[in-house]
């Protein structure tokens, strides 16, 4: 290894102390088998966890590590290999294989890993634990071409030996109150679990870029087999509501086929009138320079959030369908009807799908009708949401089914008390998930009163 030039100052580099706690309070992880790759995050609030991880792959003791993270602060070059860097650690300094680096044959941007948290949390437990590993730390900026992503994975493949490690540091869901960012997960599990990298980019995850890598190169090794050993959430360490959450994952991929766990996401508002325009949206993404295509109605501009990430990472967004409005659509493994029904309309049979959402209309009808001809479509649809039945109804299930009579008003021209629906299918059932929110002036937010209250915890500061 070359002598380095930059030298990166990691998380709380002097307290040796802290360090050694936290590696001797390893969760205890147990590894299905030798992976070729991992995603691990790099929030420190799991540092416990993170020590677990690690120390589990240091069993296998891999004699190189590439660790692929965010670009963060976009001072890289789109795709950038460290060449020349040093992470200083309590455990001494861990340097990149400059040789290895070059071989990537990237431009050299050095600098750029200074203050790099996706990268330099991992350092201590690397340094620790393998102190004989060949190390390069490669960071992605958001949007960087599937080209380029695609030909790094391949000469990955091509340079690395076998027994090489690459990992994914990726955090998941992020800025939203911990029930919304595990709906928000439920779709990523399914997409990371069947290898389905052209989704990946429609998950709310913070590097899309990264996981694509780092599943790619363990798919050209036959490592399919995707196994998620931890799942976490940052509101389970802090003694408040915390409305920004951030979501970890922890996945091994190892030899053997792909294992999916089929599911199809769907966001259902409260009452939205028909002069908003707004119906079906899918694969709702942002980015942090230019138009995704999301819709831009004004009232929106709340509930979208911080980066634009309520809506993202489920399949779809249900927002309106028009009576006799049927969309059909192949997500995630699972065959999804959506459709439009007016329940003062004697109708037909629903159609068949593995997951068939209806809006049911109230029509004319008095509300008790109404509301018995909307039951009545449960044994023929997984989820029924009733619009125009007024102020918010809890939401009910009955033999893995849903109805929501009421989710209350979104932007319906009506102020007040209101929610959204998180409903994920599955081959095994259906999952639902309610966040409150609150319409002042025609505009929805997330109403952490509520929301504070429905979890148990205070709405404050620590």
């Given amino acids: 290894m070359s002598a380095c030039a930059t030298t990166v100052q990691g998380t709380y580099p002097g307290d040796r102390v802290m360090w050694d706690d936290i590696l001797a309070h390893a969760e205890s992880i147990q590894l299905p088998a030798r992976p070729v790759a991992v995603v691990a995050p790099h929030h420190l609030i799991d540092a416990t966890e993170l020590a677990g991880f690690w120390s589990a792959l240091a069993e296998h003791q891999p004699p190189v590590v590439v660790v692929i993270g965010p670009d963060h602060y976009a001072h890289g070059a789109g795709l950038t290999v460290g060449q020349a860097v040093t992470y200083q650690t309590v455990y001494g300094p861990l340097r990149t294989d400059a040789a290895l680096a070059r071989s990537l044959d990237e431009p050299r941007k050095d600098d750029a890993f200074l203050g790099e948290h996706a990268l330099h949390v991992h350092a201590p437990f690397?340094?620790?634990?393998?102190?004989?590993?060949?190390?390069?730390?490669?960071?992605?900026?958001?949007?960087?071409p599937r080209a380029g992503l695609e030909a790094l994975a391949q000469r990955l493949h091509a340079l690395l030996p076998p027994d090489a490690l690459v990992v994914a540091s990726v955090d998941f869901s992020h800025y939203q109150p911990s029930p919304w960012a595990t709906f928000h997960d439920e779709s990523s599990f399914s997409t990371v679990s069947g290898f389905d990298l052209d989704a990946l980019f429609l998950r709310e995850v913070?590097?899309?870029?990264?996981?694509?890598?780092?599943?790619?190169?363990?798919?050209?090794?036959?490592?399919?087999t995707a196994t998620r050993l931890l799942h976490t959430n940052s509101q389970r360490r802090r003694s408040v509501l915390i409305t920004d959450s951030t979501s970890h994952q922890y996945f091994t991929f190892t030899p053997g086929p792909v294992r999916p766990s089929p599911s199809?996401?769907?966001?259902?508002?409260?009452?939205?009138?028909?002069?908003?325009?707004?119906?079906?949206?899918?694969?709702?993404?942002?980015h942090p320079t230019r138009d995704s295509g999301a819709p831009k109605h004004e009232g929106l501009k709340k509930i979208r959030g911080q980066e634009d990430r309520f809506f993202m990472g489920p399949e779809a967004t249900l927002f309106n369908l028009a009576p006799g409005q049927q969309v059909r659509r192949r997500q995630n493994g699972l065959e999804v009807v959506y459709l439009g029904v007016d329940l003062s309309q004697q109708g037909d049979a629903l159609p068949a799908?593995?997951?068939?959402?209806?809006?049911?209309?109230?029509?004319?009808?008095?509300?008790?009708?109404?509301e018995e001809r909307a039951r009545a479509l449960l044994p023929r649809a997984n989820?029924?949401?009733g619009r125009g039945f007024g102020a918010a109804r809890p939401i009910e299930q009955v033999d893995g089914r849903v109805l929501a009579l009421s989710l209350g008003p979104f932007l319906s021209g009506v102020d007040g008390a209101g929610q959204v629906l998180g409903a994920t299918c599955t081959k095994d059932g259906l999952r639902a998930r309610v966040?409150?929110?609150?319409?002042?002036?025609?505009?929805?937010?997330?109403?952490?009163?509520?929301?504070?209250?429905?979890?148990?915890?205070?709405?404050?500061f620590d």
């Fill in 126 to 144: 690397i340094r620790r634990l393998l102190p004989d590993a060949h190390f390069v730390p490669v960071m992605l900026q958001w949007a960087t």
């Fill in 353 to 370: 799908g593995d997951c068939v959402v209806v809006l049911a209309h109230r029509g004319g009808l008095d509300f008790t009708e109404a």
């Fill in 435 to 460: 966040v409150p929110v609150k319409v002042t002036g025609g505009v929805p937010e997330l109403d952490l009163d509520r929301l504070a209250g429905e979890l148990g915890l205070p709405l404050g």
């Fill in 206 to 224: 913070d590097s899309p870029e990264s996981l694509f890598v780092a599943m790619r190169f363990a798919q050209l090794r036959g490592a399919s």
């Fill in 383 to 385: 989820v029924v949401v």
């Fill in 264 to 286: 199809a996401s769907v966001v259902i508002t409260g009452d939205v009138a028909p002069s908003t325009g707004l119906t079906l949206h899918e694969g709702w993404t942002w």
